[in-house]
């Protein structure tokens, strides 16, 4: 016999390395993913059998199984060490029914990184299949399959076929639709401010009014601003008051499932699908030459801030040997979890602190090397200390009118040494450095500018900030954040412009609908509660059954009351405002299931379709006859052809400015760089400033 050790994962890289550890007694095999689910054709699940599901061999799967059965029969003993989540311990209990393997033997081995250390001592350690995970995760399962096939028949009879409606998603589109009703129901209000430069020994530093005479005064029309800047008769200002403090600034805690992906979108300007991607491969092995594949992160679906006492010890001793015994913390404070974290793993961290973002320069290739220096940058900065910055905070007063200058210095980097956390708005806090200024000194002016402005309403979210509103209100878990996400844009109920998510009239549709008849499945609350009960299934303190009949009996009579009560929605088709080149009928706007497109209004007879794209108002600067125009590929990423495809073929990711360069007469795009964007020649012959 070859080997006398069977043991199976999910995916063939995690199985090639997790071979190399283990040595020639085991056989590493993957199951590609899940092998067992619900039939795709039907609801799969007895309601009036205790919610028994019906599951079957996944289509495809048949020669897989085939040899994981023969490969099982030539063991001694066969091991299960699919992902330590509730959805990995689900595939070994599948796997374990496939198989005719014991659920009482201790055959199921779990850890969370993919290192010799802790893979050889896991199976150490084996344990039985923990039904209370499975349970919970069959019971999420079983939810999900229950709204998602009671409600998409409705959809389809009463809207249009072809959309349907999920448990989680449907809180998301909700969250997304709500946003944009407070966008269209905000009304600006006009506000003022006074903006002052002023010099100090030949040095220029910025200050705003506050008030007059010792009171915080707003400014709403201009009136307000000239009673204001009208008492300003002279250019002197007398300093009034200076307050000089020392702030602390905390690291951040090491990443979460959810942190990770709000930080690789602002500071990465990765997608959360990328993201996760790359995490996968990082944790589930890279190749380091001589030292073979390592595993080289912990398991990235994670709700914990918690990381292990040896990686504490580690980076502590990295850190004083890089940085000075100064920078490391020692001790730091204890982070609360979110509420409701599962906390069943730690947070996601380097395998090994001393494996520096250099050290694996020529081994990591480029989108994984940044995601890589991000999580360890991260786990480093945790482990030192805060940073401490010198404060200061200057009154200037002429005639009771009182301007505030406010500066700030860095007195000792700390963990700033290594990261700075991002911000919503991708800049990161800068040092503003004031001159040095005492009580009674006299300033001078440069200028006093009133600016105008208007209240801006809410933003629509972006990836980073959705993930952290559903995070917040304890919606879905970490390894539902990314395909929530990618379910609401594929479904076209949302799509992204500039990065931010905007509702469809499809989604909105649907949206109503599901809000008016089944209100508790778009009920954030709800959906949060529903969290927590499956929370408590995995602990064993509930049975998923009753979990699950909670839901469905109300959730059942809504069914019943929308099929008689919805009316069927006539989507109109919109007039295009011109005539079909084929057959001379009118065209028409039809919304179809990626969106809107051009159809001619004689169909079934003529089926000609166009597909609507937006002209840049370039012409082609390949045939020169057609408009450049904005298109979209199959993975929705924006690229530029021209009208007169076929016939022409010019298409570029970038986009075209109108004019040749200036070296070489190729054509100049716009390319979108860090701060702006920038007009370059193709060839790297030319480039323009950046474009702020």
Same mark, same amino acid.
């Given at each position: 016999m070859a080997y006398k050790y069977l043991v199976i994962v999910e995916s063939p890289a995690k199985a090639k390395t997790i071979e190399k550890y283990l040595g020639r007694n085991y056989k590493v095999?993957?199951?590609?993913?899940?092998?067992?689910?619900?039939?795709?054709?039907?609801?799969?699940?007895?309601?009036?059998?205790?919610?028994?599901?019906?599951?079957?061999?996944?289509?495809?799967?048949?020669?897989?199984?085939?040899?994981?059965?023969? =490969?099982? $029969?030539? @063991?001694? #003993?066969?091991?299960?060490?699919? %992902?330590?989540? !509730?959805?990995?311990?689900?595939? /070994?209990?599948?796997?374990?029914?496939?198989?005719?393997?014991?659920?009482?033997?201790?055959?199921?081995?779990?850890?969370?990184?993919?290192?010799?250390? =802790?893979? $050889?001592? @896991?199976? #150490?350690?084996?344990?039985?299949? %923990?039904?209370? !995970?499975?349970?919970?995760?069959? /019971?999420?399962?079983?939810?999900?399959?229950?709204?998602?096939?009671?409600?998409?028949?409705?959809?389809?009879?009463?809207?249009?076929?072809?959309?349907? =409606?999920?448990?989680?998603?449907?809180?998301?589109?909700?969250?997304?639709?709500?946003?944009?009703?407070?966008?269209?129901q905000f009304k600006p209000e006009e506000y003022w401010t006074i903006e002052g430069n002023f010099l100090k020994a030949r040095k220029k530093f910025k200050a705003n009014f506050w008030g007059v005479a010792g009171k915080k005064q707003k400014l709403q029309t201009q009136e307000d601003v000239e009673s204001i800047t009208k008492r300003l008769t002279k250019r002197e200002f007398e300093v009034k008051k200076v307050e000089k403090n020392e702030r602390k600034r905390n690291p951040a805690a090491p990443f979460t499932t959810s942190s990770m992906q709000q930080e690789a979108a602002r500071k990465l300007n990765f997608r959360t699908r990328k993201t996760m991607m790359v995490a996968q491969q990082l944790y589930e092995g890279i190749s380091l030459g001589k030292q073979g594949t390592v595993g080289l992160i912990t398991y990235m679906r994670t709700d914990s801030k918690r990381i292990a006492d040896s990686a504490k010890a580690e980076v502590t001793g990295f850190i004083e040997e890089t940085y000075g015994a100064e920078f490391a913390a020692h001790s730091t404070k204890k982070l609360a979890n979110a509420q409701g974290s599962q906390d069943a793993h730690e947070a996601i961290r380097p395998t090994s602190s001393l494996r520096t973002p250099q050290s694996l320069e020529k081994y990591l290739d480029k989108d994984q090397m940044k995601l890589y220096s991000l999580i360890w940058s991260r786990l480093v900065a945790s482990q030192m200390k805060p940073a401490i910055l010198d404060t200061m905070k200057v009154t200037l007063e002429q005639d009771e009118v009182m301007f505030i200058a406010n500066g700030s210095k860095v007195?000792?980097?700390?963990?700033?040494?290594?990261?700075?956390?991002?911000?919503?708005?991708?800049?990161?806090?800068?040092?503003?450095?004031?001159?040095?200024?005492?009580?009674?000194?006299?300033?001078?002016?440069?200028?006093?500018?009133?600016?105008?402005?208007?209240?801006?309403?809410?933003?629509?979210?972006s990836e980073a900030t959705l993930i952290r509103t559903l995070e917040e209100n304890g919606v879905g878990r970490p390894s539902t954040y990314a395909p929530t996400l990618e379910t609401i844009q594929r479904r076209y109920y949302v799509k992204l412009a500039q990065k931010r998510f905007e509702p469809?009239?499809?989604?909105?549709?649907?949206?109503?609908?599901?809000?008016?008849?089944?209100?508790?499945?778009?009920?954030?609350?709800?959906?949060?509660?529903?969290?927590?009960?499956?929370?408590?299934?995995?602990?064993?303190?509930?049975?998923?059954?009753?979990?699950?009949?909670?839901?469905?009996?109300?959730?059942?009579?809504?069914?019943?009351?929308?099929?008689?009560?919805?009316?069927?929605?006539?989507?109109?088709?919109?007039?295009?405002?011109?005539?079909?080149?084929?057959?001379?009928?009118?065209?028409?706007?039809?919304?179809?299931?990626?969106?809107?497109?051009?159809a001619c209004s004689n169909f079934p007879d003529c089926r000609n379709t166009k597909p609507i794209v937006k002209e840049i108002g370039v012409p082609c600067p390949v045939c020169h006859e057609g408009q450049v125009v904005e298109r979209k590929s199959k993975k929705n990423r924006i690229f530029y052809g021209c009208t007169n495809y076929p016939t022409c073929e010019f298409t570029s990711w970038d986009k075209p400015v109108g004019r040749d360069c200036p070296k070489c007469t190729h054509y100049l795009v716009e390319k979108k760089v860090k701060g702006g964007k920038q007009v370059i020649c193709p060839t790297g012959d030319y480039e323009e400033d950046v474009q702020k």
């Open positions: 095999v993957a199951s590609v993913g899940h092998i067992r689910d619900l039939p795709k054709s039907k609801m799969g699940i007895d309601v009036e059998n205790h919610y028994e599901p019906h599951y079957i061999s996944i289509r495809g799967k048949g020669d897989v199984i085939k040899e994981l059965r023969k =490969a099982a $029969k030539k @063991a001694e #003993k066969v091991f299960l060490a699919s %992902d330590p989540d !509730r959805e990995g311990e689900a595939i /070994a209990w599948h796997l374990a029914y496939l198989l005719g393997l014991d659920l009482n033997d201790k055959n199921r081995v779990v850890f969370n990184e993919i290192t010799k250390e =802790a893979v $050889k001592a @896991a199976f #150490k350690e084996p344990r039985t299949i %923990d039904i209370n !995970r499975v349970d919970a995760q069959q /019971a999420r399962r079983i939810l999900d399959r229950l709204v998602g096939y009671s409600l998409s028949p409705i959809l389809w009879r009463k809207v249009k076929k072809g959309l349907s =409606a999920g448990r989680v998603q449907s809180v998301a589109l909700k969250i997304i639709i709500d946003r944009e009703k407070e966008i269209r007195k000792f980097q700390g963990f700033m040494k290594v990261y700075v956390e991002g911000r919503d708005d991708g800049k990161e806090d800068k040092e503003n450095i004031l001159p040095e200024l005492a009580v009674g000194d006299i300033v001078k002016s440069v200028d006093i500018e009133p600016k105008q402005h208007f209240t801006q309403p809410p933003a629509r979210f469809t009239e499809l989604g909105e549709i649907v949206n109503n609908l599901v809000e008016e008849f089944f209100p508790q499945i778009v009920d954030v609350h709800f959906t949060a509660e529903m969290e927590e009960n499956l929370d408590r299934v995995e602990e064993g303190k509930e049975e998923w059954v009753n979990i699950v009949d909670r839901f469905y009996r109300p959730f059942e009579k809504e069914l019943t009351e929308a099929e008689e009560k919805i009316e069927k929605i006539q989507i109109k088709d919109e007039p295009a405002g011109f005539d079909c080149e084929l057959c001379g009928h009118p065209m028409v706007i039809k919304l179809g299931k990626y969106g809107k497109f051009y």
